[in-house]
C-alpha cells in the first residue's frame, strides 16, 4: 500500500535558525497538508495546500512558517527563524479527492526538538 | 470557531470488557468524522469512520455513532483486547477538508 513518507525522522536544531521538514505525498494524491503535534496533546492543523498554492492555514501558521511545493513530488515546511514553542511532531498527510471526504493518510512524522 | 470535545482523556478497561469514547462538535457543517489511533511514537492511524448521512457504522468490534441533531459521536470497541491500548482521536471535517482532532483518550486495557 502507498504511504506518504517523511524526512527526516527525528531533526534538532538550534533556536533560531531555519529548519526544513520533507515530505513526499502519495503519487496520485492531489491534496496536502500539515499537521503539529506538541508531546501529550492533540493534532493540530497547520496547512493544507492544492495545486500550487496554500487553500488555508491555521493562526499557528504564521510569517515563520511557508510550504512549498518544488517539484512533482515534494512537499516541505520550512520554519524560518525557530522557538522553543516549535518542538513538536510534525505530521505530513495528503488526499486524492476534496469534498468526498476521502480519508487522509499521514506520514510517520518529524519530531523536531529546538535546543 | 471550530471545536471538538473528546471525553474521557483516560480510561481504563478490564480485557474483554466494552470500552466508549465520546466527542462532541461545534460546527453544523462538519460532515465527516474519521477516528484516529495513535501508538506512542508512531502516525495516527484512521481505524473508522463515518459520514454525516449515516447514523452508525461497524467494522468488527469497532462501532461508530452519530448523532446529528446533538452534534455528538461516539466510538464504542468490544471484547478489548491488550492491543488496543492506545490513544485514540475523534476528529471532525467539513468538505474543505482540513480536520479537527479532539484532545484524545489514552485507553488503558488493564489484564
Known amino acids: 500500500e502507498p504511504e506518504v513518507t517523511q524526512t527526516p525522522s527525528h531533526q534538532v536544531t538550534q533556536m533560531g535558525q531555519e529548519v526544513i521538514l520533507r515530505c513526499v505525498p502519495i503519487?496520485?494524491?492531489?491534496?496536502f497538508y500539515w499537521y503539529r503535534q506538541i508531546l501529550g496533546q492533540k493534532v493540530e492543523f497547520l496547512v493544507s495546500?492544492?495545486?500550487?498554492?496554500?487553500?488555508?492555514k491555521s493562526e499557528i501558521f504564521d510569517d515563520q512558517f511557508s510550504v512549498e511545493r518544488p517539484d512533482g513530488s515534494n512537499f516541505t515546511l520550512k520554519i524560518r527563524s525557530t522557538k522553543l514553542e516549535d518542538s513538536a511532531m510534525y505530521f505530513c498527510?495528503?488526499?486524492?479527492?476534496?469534498?468526498?471526504?476521502?480519508?487522509?493518510?499521514f506520514g510517520d512524522g518529524t519530531r523536531l526538538s529546538i535546543l | 470557531g471550530e471545536n471538538v470535545e473528546q471525553h474521557p482523556s483516560t480510561l481504563s478497561v478490564q480485557e474483554g470488557d466494552s470500552a466508549v469514547i465520546k466527542c462532541t462538535y461545534s460546527?453544523?457543517?462538519?460532515?465527516?468524522f474519521p477516528w484516529y489511533k495513535q501508538e506512542l511514537g508512531k502516525r495516527p492511524q484512521l481505524i473508522i469512520d463515518?459520514?454525516?448521512?449515516?447514523g452508525e457504522k461497524k467494522d468488527q468490534r469497532i462501532a461508530v455513532t452519530l448523532n446529528k441533531t446533538a452534534k455528538h459521536f461516539s466510538l464504542h470497541i468490544t471484547e478489548t483486547q491488550p492491543e488496543d491500548s492506545a490513544v485514540y482521536f475523534c476528529?471532525?471535517?467539513?468538505?474543505?477538508?482540513?480536520?479537527?482532532f479532539g484532545k484524545g483518550t489514552r485507553l488503558h486495557i488493564l489484564p
Open positions: 463515518i459520514r454525516s448521512n449515516v
Open positions: 498527510a495528503s488526499s486524492r479527492y476534496l469534498g468526498s471526504n476521502q480519508p487522509q493518510h
Open positions: 495546500f492544492y495545486n500550487n498554492e496554500i487553500s488555508e
Open positions: 503519487s496520485n494524491h492531489l491534496y
Open positions: 476528529a471532525a471535517s467539513k468538505r474543505d477538508d482540513k480536520i479537527i
Open positions: 460546527d453544523s457543517a462538519s460532515n465527516y
